[in-house]
């Protein structure tokens, strides 16, 4: 096994407030985006938490990949998201791919500002 992990805090997100909210358009939105990257999609769950007055207030996603799992959780409350974008590279490199579906997921929140990781993984023994 080997893969590539991006991990990415997006802060002060100058997106339309509907895309940090809206539990159906945040959906297909990263289906479509899957779709456009190459990655094939096997299964997602998306779910809308609401405040005390029952109206929406974040939403937390996970998209099942046969590369592996992109997840996202938005906080509209501080104009927030996190990201996680993991592609197995086992019978394929699918790094490429992956970054790209991770860029274009980060510019559809436009944040000012971002804190990303990229983690190799499962490289223990591999030449």
Known sequence: ????HLIADLHDCRCAPARLLN?????VFCLDACARHGVTVVGRYFHTFHNAQGQPAGVTGAVVL??????IHTWPEIAAVTL????????????QRARALFN????????QQTEKKEV????LGCA
């Open 1 to 4: 096994m080997n893969g590539l």
């Open 104 to 111: 274009e997921v980060i510019a559809h929140f436009a944040p």
């Open 23 to 27: 539990v159906t358009a945040l959906e």
């Open 120 to 123: 190799a993984r499962g490289h």
């Open 66 to 71: 046969a590369e592996s799992p992109l997840a």
């Open 84 to 95: 996680d974008v993991y592609v197995c590279n086992f019978s394929a490199d699918n790094s």
